[in-house]
């Protein structure tokens, strides 16, 4: 492809993506499905240019409005062209030549307006903190509430692009052939600084999915505070362990490794499509004490047979994914106040109906990938207001066991927060709730440990 038919196939994607109607990531991937054609340097930059729009929204459209023009996909573009990659509007109107796939001429209006901004940056004094930090001016309030001086500084860190992080397989190697294997195929890592599984891609954008490290199960792509989150469930082998909330699989995944094949690991869901994701990487990564079960909803009467029979229940709860703007910039934009109200309730309920799970002096993990205090220390607080027979177990006191690095979490806090400003990795919140009574898990162990288990649906 030329650079300017780079550019069209950037307008073409940015217009499916404007109306917000659908997760980014699905429409890219239908995006690029339909256009086989469309090679890797070509597929850069154009995923580059729309997702730079997506990320400069609320700035583009304010200036836009500035100079009277509407925020069409082909204005914003433009804008961001001359915005924030410095083009001047001739170096514009010469990509906008109509010859070929290149984009139709500039119409003296679209002229004028790109002239108006030219020397002009994304950022200006009279732009209000929402638009200068890319959020709903109802959540700016928030984050302001929650942040107070560091609010800038955590918004901020969310506006820039995530780095790719690798989980190393323990039941396939270790770190040290996993850093080999991938210097083999061309792709240089660094080890993570606080998960001892971690590796950190330099090129973020290297085809990981193509390497024989990847297709053996020797690594997995996941965020390093992910990885944090699965490690202090403290899943020791031979435990009966529940991921409640399991999606696709990746926090289970993490969780089977750690347990070696030994005890059970159920993962539950209402997405078939999820836990059928699920399973193929469950066999890629040879993992076989893994069940997957598919919940009517978080009410199934299944769960009533299952009562008081887990060590630790992994409650990864559905949530607003603030905490994964960097990956998701459309998420704000598609977050409204009537939806986190919803997401609230909702996680509340599937508390109330993962505790049941929990046995005497077992474990119960709730887990956002949200920077939200109404997702994340309130439900906690609400939670643990109605159960009593429930307590914190501060992270800190488990840290110790799963990583040499220094606590990255405030000691004085229970639960452990993460944000992409403060550790580089996606915004999490983790709290350990124990509840009381003595825990039987030695003899469940055996008994778990002599179940032949091949990964299968109940």
């Known amino acids: 492809m ?49 997702y730079g729009v997506l990320r400069a929204r609320a700035k583009l459209t304010w200036w836009l409005n500035s100079v009277g023009d509407e ?16 083009w001047s509007a001739d170096q514009v109107a010469g990509s906008f030549d109509g010859q070929g796939f290149n984009p139709t ?33 109802w959540l700016w309030t928030h984050f302001a509430a929650l942040y107070g001086d560091s609010a800038e500084t955590e918004l901020s860190a969310l506006l820039a692009e995530a780095p790719t992080d690798l989980r190393v397989n323990l039941m396939k190697g270790d770190r040290a052939a996993a850093l080999a294997a991938l210097a083999k195929e061309e792709i240089l890592c660094d080890e993570g600084s606080l998960s001892p599984l971690a590796l950190k891609i330099r090129d973020g954008r290297a085809p990981i999915a193509a390497t024989k490290a990847f297709r053996n199960g020797l690594v997995e792509v996941q965020d390093e505070g992910s990885q944090l989150i699965a ?25 089977g490794a750690v347990m ?37 909803d978080h009410r ?4 009533k047979r299952r009562k008081a029979k887990f060590d630790r229940v992994l409650v990864d709860a559905p949530c607003s994914g603030s905490g994964a703007w960097r990956r998701n910039p459309d998420a704000r934009w598609r977050l409204g106040e009537e939806e986190l109200r919803r997401l609230v309730g909702l996680q509340a309920e599937i508390l109330e109906s993962a505790q049941r799970l929990v046995k005497p002096g077992g474990r119960l993990i709730y887990a956002t990938c949200s920077l939200l205090a109404e997702e994340n220390g309130r439900q906690v607080e609400a939670f643990l207001a109605s159960h009593p027979e429930f ?14 690095a220094p606590y ?51």
């Open 260 to 296: 070696q094949n030994k005890g059970q690991l159920l993962a539950l869901d209402v997405m078939k499509g999820r836990l059928d994701r699920a399973q193929v990487r469950i066999r890629r990564a040879d993992l076989h004490n893994i069940e997957r079960h598919l919940l009517r």
């Open 231 to 255: 490690l202090l469930v403290d899943a020791k082998p031979g435990l009966r362990v529940c991921d409640f909330c399991a999606g696709a699989g990746g926090k289970t995944l993490a969780l």
């Open 71 to 86: 925020a069409s996909a082909r204005a914003m573009v433009t804008a961001y062209l001359v915005l924030a990659e410095g």
């Open 300 to 303: 199934d009467p299944w769960l």
């Open 105 to 137: 001429r500039l119409e003296a209006g679209e002229r004028q307006m790109l002239q108006a901004l030219s020397g002009k940056s994304l950022i200006d004094p009279a732009q209000s903190d929402a638009v200068r930090l890319e959020v709903p001016d």
């Open 2 to 50: 030329t650079p300017a038919a780079r550019i069209q196939a950037a307008v073409d994607l940015t217009e499916a993506l404007l109306p917000l109607e659908r997760p980014a990531d699905q429409i890219v991937a239908a995006f690029l499905r339909q256009r086989r054609y469309i090679g890797g340097g070509d597929r850069r930059r154009i995923l580059e240019l729309s």
């Open 408 to 458: 990255p979490g405030d000691p004085a806090e229970a639960a452990l927060t993460l944000t992409p400003a403060r550790h580089g990795t996606d915004g999490f919140f983790m709290a350990v709730l124990e509840r009381a009574g003595e825990s039987d898990a030695h003899d469940d162990a055996k008994d778990s440990d002599k179940q032949d288990r091949r990964g299968k649906e109940v």
């Open 391 to 404: 307590a914190p177990l501060p992270a800190v006191n488990l840290w110790s066991d799963i990583s040499s």
